[in-house]
Nanobody
């Protein structure tokens, strides 16, 4: 059974880059047919899919975040990462990583999810 675990700083200053890692166990980021996503949920809002990296290494991004978002992976260590640049307080959210057979996933009922990590953007 695949397990995902997010890690990274819980506080980031405005204008800086938010960097998170999703460590995968019980499965491989190169397993055919799977997409590995980052999703976030801001206070009082729904789940927002941010982007994904496919088992092939191809990346997909939400259009409105594309200019600030980068997703990469390390196949030897079996993890993938999120970098979100030029953050503002509006980027404060719980950030999740997930695995699914679909590129975009915004329902907790689909796929496998990490427990999430709270990131606050504040000076």
């Amino acid at each position: 059974q695949v397990q995902l675990q997010e890690s990274g700083p819980d506080l980031v200053k405005p204008s800086q880059t938010l960097s998170l890692t999703c460590t995968v166990s019980g499965g491989s980021v190169t397993t055919s047919g799977y997409f590995w996503s980052w999703i976030r949920q801001s206070p009082g809002k729904g789940l927002e899919w941010m982007g994904a990296i496919a088992y092939t290494g191809m990346t997909y991004y939400k259009a409105s975040l594309k200019s600030r978002t980068s997703i990469s992976r390390d196949t030897s260590k079996n993890y993938f990462t999120l970098q979100l640049s030029s953050v503002t307080p509006e980027d404060t959210a719980v950030y999740y990583c997930a695995r699914d057979t679909e590129v975009q996933v915004t329902a907790r009922s689909r796929g496998s999810w990490g427990q999430g990590t709270q990131v606050t953007v504040s000076s």
